[in-house]
């Protein structure tokens, strides 16, 4: 939009100024600069003046001013096959141009003309761009350059990964993880057993890309850092790697937050009876809002709920919490817990909570348990409203007799 508004705002002035179109003229508005050089620059793709576009295509070194950059690399685009021709050394231009100094409001539509035109001449440019500080632009850098599929970017990345510079080992690394080639795992393995935890944790995640590697990564797993440990099991997770489950297993209930949090996550692609009893277990003890609702989602996503957990959980001090275990009940279609509910109708203090576990008693009600509802309403009543009331008598009223219904009637007062 902000392009086509200064299209716009050129032609408009250039009709209404009778603005002189000659090639003196628009050499002498290039050379000024400011408004004006920018008016030239587009002139002179308008008018199909591309001797004078070549000169404005050097503002791209010769020119700090972005809004010039922007607008030549627009231009370039919009040539198309013609920009060969036009400017034949725009790709020469543009590897001097690509360096990590430059921001991303640049780099990207310069990254796009490269992976548009597929310039296998600027694989260096792209492999520079590798150590740009944004990850926005490595990782776009990474993206075109596999699309290039060069071989020339596999000894570029054992340079980095063989660098004394843990940043640059990182840069590395993160090629390695979009850029699979066997030549690189020796050098992934020995960046594992790294000093430097960050350094390990890019190896980690690179080397588990290839399917045969896992138990290099794994077997170090009981001497790692908690940080390290948690990357492992959501390798685990991602990668549903049952030969390494314990690892998971183990972690739901380890002391460190992050651990059980990633154990939770990772739990989810493992849903054995083992899994659900230790989330249950953990459940009872967990003390930490975030993870109670992770394992919650967790019972509903298994379909059980084998230690009454969500009932505990209507005893915890995040009204939250308690809605999300009734709404998981009735999820869960757990009708043998409507005895169990009833308690709470007395308990429960937070109105939206009360009419929760109002809904769930009325969705829990069957031919084989309605009585229970039935014979506890008498005490129950008085901590019900209005509309309390007319939710459990719409719901018990399909199992009623007729002599019940009446019975009922009279203690909800409903005529």
Same mark, same amino acid.
């Given at each position: 939009m902000r392009w086509m508004l200064f299209f716009l705002f050129v032609f408009l002035n250039t009709k209404i100024l009778g603005l002189d179109l000659s090639k003196e003229n628009l050499y002498q508005m290039l050379e000024k600069g400011g408004e004006d050089r920018l008016r030239a620059i587009w002139l002179s793709y308008e008018t199909r003046q591309y001797v004078l576009f070549r000169i404005a295509a050097n503002f791209l070194l010769e020119s700090e001013n972005e809004e010039e950059h922007l607008l030549v690399l627009r231009i370039f685009d919009l040539l198309g096959q013609d920009l060969e021709w036009v400017l034949p050394n725009w790709h020469i231009l543009l590897d001097e141009f690509l360096t990590i100094k430059r921001s991303k409001e640049v780099l990207i539509p310069s990254l796009n003309l490269i992976k548009k035109w597929k310039e296998r001449k600027l694989i260096y440019a792209l492999i520079r761009l590798t150590k740009h500080p944004e990850y926005e632009i490595r990782r776009m850098s990474l993206e075109v350059l596999q699309e290039l599929s060069s071989d020339q970017i596999v000894p570029v990345i054992i340079q980095y990964l063989k660098s004394p510079s843990n940043l640059t080992k990182i840069y590395g690394l993160e090629i390695s993880y979009y850029y699979k080639d066997n030549r690189l795992i020796p050098f992934l393995r020995e960046l594992i057993q790294h000093p430097n935890k960050s350094v390990r944790i890019y190896a980690i995640r690179a080397l588990s890309e290839y399917e045969n590697e896992h138990f290099y990564i794994f077997r170090n797993y009981p001497t790692e850092t908690e940080e390290v440990q948690k990357v492992m099991i959501e390798i685990i997770g991602e990668k549903s790697l049952t030969q390494y489950q314990n690892y998971v297993l183990a972690g739901i209930s380890d002391p460190n937050k992050s651990i059980r949090k990633a154990s939770l996550i990772a739990a989810k692609n493992f849903p054995?009876?083992?899994? @659900?009893?230790? /989330? %249950?277990?953990?459940?009872?003890?967990?003390?930490?809002? #975030?993870?109670?609702?992770?394992?919650?989602? =967790? =019972? %509903? $996503?298994?379909? &059980?709920?084998?230690? !009454? /957990? *969500?009932?505990? *959980?209507?005893? +915890?001090?995040?009204? !939250?919490? $308690?809605?999300?275990?009734?709404?998981?009940?009735? #999820?869960l279609k757990l009708s043998d817990y409507l005895e169990d509910l009833l308690f709470f109708l007395e308990k429960e203090k937070e109105s939206s909570v009360h009419l929760e576990i109002v809904y769930t008693l009325s969705s829990l009600v069957n031919? $084989? +348990?309605? &009585? @229970? =509802? =039935?014979?506890?309403?008498?005490?129950?009543? #008085?901590?019900? +409203?209005?509309? #309390? !009331?007319y939710l459990i008598y719409s719901a018990l009223q399909p199992y009623l007799s007729f002599g019940e219904e009446v019975q009922l009637k009279r203690l909800f007062q409903i005529f």
């Open positions: 054995q009876p083992n899994f @659900i009893q230790a /989330v %249950s277990n953990q459940l009872l003890i967990e003390q930490d809002d #975030e993870l109670i609702i992770e394992g919650i989602l =967790l =019972l %509903s $996503r298994f379909g &059980k709920d084998p230690q !009454k /957990v *969500l009932i505990h *959980l209507l005893s +915890n001090q995040n009204p !939250k919490i $308690r809605l999300l275990s009734l709404q998981t009940i009735q #999820e031919e $084989r +348990n309605y &009585k @229970i =509802l =039935l014979e506890s309403l008498n005490y129950y009543k #008085e901590f019900l +409203n209005h509309q #309390e !009331k």
